[in-house]
T-cell receptor, first 114, second 116 residues
Framework: DAGITQSPRHKVTETGTPVTLRCHQT?????MYWYRQDPGHGLRLIHY???????DKGEVSDGYSVSRSKTEDFLLTLESATSSQTSVYFC?????????????FGPGTRLTVL | AQKITQTQPGMFVQEKEAVTLDCTYD???????LFWYKQPSSGEMIFLIY??????QNATEGRYSLNFQKARKSANLVISASQLGDSAMYFC?????????????FGSGTQLTVLP
């Protein structure tokens, strides 16, 4: 199994509070991704990174920011959480060296915003 | 337009029978990849099978095979000899070669229930 961990695994927070989710990999993969999963929508890309300090927006980036200061860590921040951000968040990694490599997913973080 | 369409929100199959989960896709790229992932009730995303757009043979991985019909833009997952442990949500996904993000675009999923 690919070495991907996410922390925390579960979090309950209140509207308006900042929240940071962490993804950590031990595979030295170049690409890292944050997705959210909601019923009826599958997984949707929030942000991704293609290297240290290199990030870009995905389909549903509003209200989220990311940072990647080290190859192994990719942080997702909700500056001021809203109830619409209640979701399950998945981190994924990919080698991205060419070809169409599969993505490996972390175990997910269940976030509830009250 | 939806890039990945899974038209079956839920499917039932009898144990030991085969089942086909439908997936159609939309892309103007000539080079792309199609993936299937399994998500059991425990929540993790498990990679099952991959088909490249230039692959001439349908992909197979154990009891999983991908029925790839390029002209119809379909990439159906076939599970043979279903087992109770196959009960899960199944997602079809696509990656397009022109996409510098190399992201996966997912369908909305099919919930498969295997009946004893």
């Amino acid at each position: 199994d690919a070495g991907i961990t996410q922390s925390p695994r579960h979090k309950v927070t209140e509207t308006g509070t900042p929240v940071t989710l962490r993804c950590h990999q031990t595979e030295n993969h170049r690409y890292m991704y944050w997705y959210r999963q909601d019923p009826g929508h599958g997984l949707r890309l929030i942000h991704y990174s293609y290297g240290v300090k290199d990030t870009d927006k995905g389909e549903v980036s509003d209200g989220y920011s990311v940072s990647r200061s080290k190859t192994e860590d990719f942080l997702l921040t909700l500056e001021s959480a809203t109830s619409s951000q209640t979701s399950v968040y998945f981190c994924a990694i990919s080698e991205g060296r060419g070809g169409l490599n599969e993505q490996f997913f972390g175990p997910g973080t269940r976030l509830t915003v009250l | 337009a939806q890039k990945i369409t899974q038209t079956q929100p839920g499917m039932f199959v009898q144990e030991k029978e085969a089942v086909t989960l439908d997936c159609t896709y939309d892309t103007s790229d000539q080079s792309y990849g199609l993936f299937w992932y399994k998500q059991p009730s425990s929540g993790e995303m498990i990679f099952l099978i991959y088909q490249g757009s230039y692959d001439e043979q349908n992909a197979t991985e154990g009891r999983y095979s991908l029925n790839f019909q390029k002209a119809r833009k379909s990439a159906n997952l076939v599970i043979s000899a279903s087992q109770l442990g196959d009960s899960a949500m199944y997602f079809c996904a696509m990656r397009e070669i022109h996409d510098s993000a190399r992201q996966l675009t997912f369908g909305s999923g099919t919930q498969l229930t295997v009946l004893p």
